[in-house]
């Protein structure tokens, strides 16, 4: 995505070309606002050069929570693996160029703290939204204690 200057396109900033011999502070704003938008779009798209993803971590009382936004993904293209300690997201998108069959993949490894019970680590994808749960031990959840008066 490439933003146009509505007043003069082919202008190189957006200082006024007329009598200003000092550098504005606006110059460059336009190459950096491309950039932005060019990475956070490529995330998705196919051929890009990213192969991650963001991610969302969350936790409450009793879970640890792993959500990775993979709009038109298929859940047959996504799988999950925990292993040694880290938690392996994959996306594997294999799309039709006329007779030719490209695939492209993207993957994201998160370090898992040690507090997570990982036989009973669940995953659901809904609406192309995939939410990890990564619940805690007993042992490492907050337990409250209670005061005796005496």
């Known amino acids: 995505m490439r933003l146009v200057r509505y007043a003069n396109p082919n202008a190189r900033s957006l200082a006024p070309a007329y009598g200003f011999s000092s550098r504005s502070p606006w110059t460059g704003l336009e190459d950096q606002i491309d950039q932005l938008f060019d990475s956070a779009l490529s995330g998705i798209v196919a051929g890009s050069s990213r192969t991650q993803f963001p991610v969302d971590l969350y936790e409450d009382k009793e879970n640890t929570y792993v959500r990775a936004e993979l709009p038109g993904i298929s859940r047959d293209d996504v799988s999950v693996e925990m292993i040694e300690g880290y938690?392996?997201?994959?996306?594997?998108?294999?799309?039709?160029?006329?007779?030719?069959?490209?695939?492209?993949?993207?993957?994201?490894?998160?370090?898992?703290?040690?507090?997570?019970?990982?036989?009973?680590?669940?995953?659901?994808?809904?609406?192309?939204?995939?939410?990890?749960?990564?619940?805690?031990?007993?042992e490492t959840k907050p337990k409250k204690i209670s005061i005796e008066v005496k």
């Open 87 to 138: 938690l392996t997201i994959t996306v594997v998108r294999k799309e039709k160029a006329g007779e030719e069959e490209e695939s492209v993949s993207f993957s994201r490894s998160i370090s898992i703290p040690e507090d997570v019970h990982s036989d009973k680590v669940a995953a659901a994808y809904q609406d192309g939204v995939l939410t990890v749960t990564l619940p805690k031990r007993e």
